[in-house]
Nanobody, 115 residues
């Protein structure tokens, strides 16, 4: 499974950005897709995930602001980020997990929130 992320960049506080990630290869083997992020000097943390069954999980820090969606035909996962905060600044990583719990990672994409 290969993951290709796009989107991100510079956003203003209170603004919006959208991340997209496309999976290629053995897409049928994917169960969970999602996004993680890593800020400078911090550990990588979960942002949001969505299962094949459509169950969504969000970090408390992004609940009500971020929304994850998935296209099961195209094998893509998007993260709509609204009401951005400076503390959302991080490198965001697309993630996929296969049915047998093998993780796959995309390249990181920088999100910077600043006025």
């Amino acid at each position: 499974v290969q993951l290709q992320a796009s989107g991100g960049g510079l956003g203003q506080p209170g603004g919006s950005l959208r991340l997209s990630c496309a999976a290629s290869g053995s897409g049928f083997s994917i169960n969970v897709m999602g996004w993680y992020r890593q800020a400078p000097g911090k550990q990588r943390e979960l942002v949001a995930t969505i299962t094949t069954g459509g169950i969504r999980n969000y970090a408390d820090s992004v609940k009500g602001r971020f929304s994850i969606s998935r296209d099961y035909v195209k094998n893509t996962v998007d993260l709509q980020m609204n009401n951005l905060r400076p503390e959302d600044t991080a490198v965001y990583y697309c993630n996929a997990e296969s049915w047998d719990k093998i993780p796959y990672w995309g390249q990181g994409t920088q999100v910077t929130v600043s006025s």
